[in-house]
């Protein structure tokens, strides 16, 4: 009976380190069940996918001021479809946190679509974007 406790009790306590260890992790686990989806940082590198694949575009978005990325044309809604929009943060060497705003897409059939996004700081002054950013999407077969 003791043997049991103790065993129990050593189970509980190596889930909670591999927890803290892994928590950070847990953002990344991947959207569609199978492979996580390739990520796209730069806006000036068109984005080459195949339909039905799944892709993540990642944006640096800011916890301190609240910047945020939104889209700010329609989508071709044929062509392309948003699956998921999370926020992830993570800490930097430095000891800071890093925030990214993680859009992933799937291509639904073959063509080109331009997705425009914003940054956006909720209540600033003057309502303007902060930045934007024109990714090129080309799904092909």
Known sequence: MKRGAVFIGATA?????????????LDNVPVSGGAAPSEYH???????TTAGREFMIV????????????????LDKSLLQVVEIKRNASKTKQGGRQVKDLWVFRG??????????????????????SGKKIFTVIIIK
């Open 13 to 25: 306590v190596a889930a909670a380190v591999l927890f803290s260890v892994f928590h950070d992790k």
């Open 42 to 48: 730069d806006a000036g590198k068109p984005i080459e």
């Open 59 to 74: 944006l640096e978005a800011d916890r301190t001021s609240g910047l945020r990325w939104q889209l700010i044309a329609d």
């Open 108 to 129: 639904l059939r073959e063509g080109k679509v331009l997705v425009s996004f914003a940054g956006v700081h909720p209540g600033g002054s003057d309502g303007m974007p």
